[in-house]
């Protein structure tokens, strides 16, 4: 097994797990298997039980892990499936280590960082690193591991001194350490300063690693005289420093990496010169320039908690932009506060009620995500009553598909106490209510979580077409109320659809409105399976009804023809045509400047 080690330097959020996955797909494109491992440093056991607002989205794996949002990255470039170990926390790593303690494993010895939790670390990444994720059988060629957080951070000196022990263990040739840094660029004097990197590369290499190579932030490429700096003062040979400078969009990292032969340089420090062959990436070459060129727009309105903080719905974010691209629209969100939308708003900041309304009133499509907690929860109903009335094409997953349940009693039914039991215990009509299964003392990992089979009931359904008229589909969960089985009759006769349901029949999967152009609530998370070139069918067809476009990819052998009649037969690559895989758009390649590289 070869490792790559990833770790960040000067500041956060310099999309260290952008360039760990785009590291893992230019290794793939050579022809060697991939699995990561992401290491966050924080107490916490998981991801679960943190806000959003702090800490970006909890992803959620097939094994039901609650997981940092860069696996959601992972999965998404390399179109792998992870499991709950492939994310590493101080937390888990402790726990381990005190759980074996408690057993006698350790003969009375003293239990300390070292060597016990250290110890502990690097079994675990062997261990998860020989975890085949790719549906192939035996453990893959190379792990990408990325070290959460920043060097010098103080929670991360265990692992630090856990990876340098690694690097020793694992033997000469078989770990490139890649540090991703800062070159900030003065605005006074127009300068790209160096001095930052040099820096953090001192102060890694005094905890003891050394870096094999600098993949360096930047708003521009760096200038050669820069690059001879960097190598002079931080002792990286100079084809082994590579600028990530600002894209129009991340999927270009890969190939910027390429571009610059990264590919060669991990391979000669990990000895695979005679191994890896040039790596193959039109595909996703024609994927990221297709998405620079694309023109016609299509307006989605996202009605959320976390309005503040993108990272806080990036699934939703990438599974709305591999479905516009797919549907050949130009992705344009609206990120409409839930709150804002509120009477009470109305009252104490019209300006910001107006504002609100004038986004949802402008938009092509409506989109209401999952959370947690009352606020804005009222906010959201406005806007699936809007959405309803108005017959705009509206998805609402999770909290999305119980407020549209809720909103539907109310207004149709008349039933204006309609509420879920999270925000109003004593409803007298409780539409939503918590799992019998579920725990009301402890929150982490006590919810439905994970991969579970929906049965498609409604065989005509659009969700049923959409999937491709499916018998059943397994999507990933993450809730603790559902739609109460005791009202779905009355909710039925009044022109509710459930279209599907989990294996039990009695949980509620999907709902719909078979009179509407498109009204689609799903209990699960179709975001979490979105992949570039493989969009989530409920994604598609959002994209597709707000464009009105919903017949056609609904019908394979539409789609098929669409596809073939809008798609010329070449792309441009560095003004060189080629010719364009799976019918790709005509596009040409653009350096073009922005801040495509933001994750964690």
Same mark, same amino acid.
């Given at each position: ?41 924080? /107490? +916490? ?27 959601? +990255? ?196 990990? +000895? ?218 009355? /909710? ?89 895989? +799976? ?18």
């Amino acid at each position: 097994m070869k490792y790559v080690l990833v770790t960040g330097g000067v500041v956060s959020g310099l999309g260290k797990g952008v360039t760990a996955s785009s590291i893992g797909v230019l290794l793939k494109a050579c022809g060697l298997r991939v699995t990561s491992i992401k290491i966050d440093p924080y /107490l +916490n056991t998981d991801a679960g039980t943190m806000s959003p607002f702090e800490h970006g989205e909890v992803f959620v794996l097939d094994d039901g892990g609650e997981v940092d949002l860069d696996l959601g +990255n992972y999965e998404r470039f390399l179109d792998i499936k992870l499991t709950r170990d492939n994310n590493i926390t101080t937390g888990k790593i402790y726990q381990h280590v005190i759980a074996k303690e408690r057993k006698g494993d350790y003969l009375g010895k003293t239990v300390q960082v070292v060597p016990h939790i250290t110890d502990a670390i690097q079994e675990w990444i062997e261990r998860v690193a020989a975890i085949p994720v790719d549906g192939e059988e035996g453990p893959a060629d190379i792990c990408v591991i990325e070290l959460g957080g920043t060097i010098g951070d103080i929670e991360s000196a265990p692992f630090i001194e856990a990876l340098g022990q690694f690097s020793y263990r694992v033997g000469t040739g078989n770990l490139c350490l890649v540090h991703v840094s800062l070159v900030p660029v003065l605005n006074v004097v127009g300068e790209q300063k160096t001095k930052p990197t040099q820096h953090s590369v001192r102060g890694l290499r005094g905890l003891g690693l050394i870096p094999d190579i600098l993949a360096c932030r930047s708003t521009k490429a760096l200038e050669e005289n820069v690059k001879e700096k960097l190598s002079q003062f931080c002792h990286v040979p100079l084809e082994s420093i590579f600028t990530l400078y600002d894209v129009p969009n991340i999927w270009h990292i890969p190939l910027l990496l390429k571009d610059q032969k990264a590919h060669l340089a991990i391979s000669k420090v990990l +000895n695979l010169a005679g191994i890896v062959k040039e790596p193959s990436l039109e595909e996703w070459t024609s994927r990221a320039e297709l998405c620079d060129n694309l023109h016609v727009p299509v307006r989605i309105a996202v009605v959320g908690k976390y309005t503040g903080l993108s990272d806080a719905y990036l699934s939703i974010l990438k599974a709305l932009l591999h479905a516009s691209v797919a549907c050949r629209k130009k992705l344009v969100v609206d990120w409409v506060p839930a709150c804002d939308l509120e009477k009470e708003t109305e009252k104490e900041n019209p300006n910001a009620y107006k504002a609100a309304w004038k986004l949802l009133k402008g938009v092509d499509g409506v989109l209401v995500p999952g959370g947690f907690g009352d606020r804005g929860v009222e906010g959201k109903i406005l806007a699936a009553k809007y959405a309803r009335e108005n017959k705009i094409p509206f998805l609402g997953i999770c909290l999305g598909m119980q407020v549209a349940v809720i909103e539907f009693a109310r207004s149709v039914l008349s039933l204006h106490d309609a509420n879920s039991t999270e925000f109003k215990p004593d409803t007298k009509h409780p539409c939503i209510v918590f799992m019998p299964e579920g725990s009301r003392t402890h929150m982490g990992g006590t919810m439905r979580l994970g991969s579970r089979k929906s049965i498609f009931t409604v065989k005509d359904s659009k969700s049923a077409k959409l999937y491709g008229n499916k018998s059943s589909v397994d999507e990933r969960h993450r809730h603790r109320y559902e739609v109460n089985p005791d009202m779905v009759e009355l /909710l039925e006769k009044a022109g509710l659809s459930f279209a599907a349901k989990d294996e039990t029949g009695k949980r509620m999967e999907i709902v719909e409105l078979p009179n509407h152009p498109f009204f689609i609530g799903a209990q699960f998370h179709p975001e979490y399976k979105s992949r570039p070139g493989k969009a989530s069918p409920l994604f598609i067809g959002l994209i597709a009804a707000s464009c009105g476009e919903l017949d056609t990819v609904m019908n394979p052998a539409s789609v098929h023809q669409h596809l073939i009649s809008n798609c010329p037969k070449s792309v441009f690559v560095n003004g060189t045509s080629k010719k364009a895989p +799976n019918g790709m758009a005509d596009v040409r390649y653009n350096n073009g400047y922005c801040n495509g590289l933001h994750s964690r």
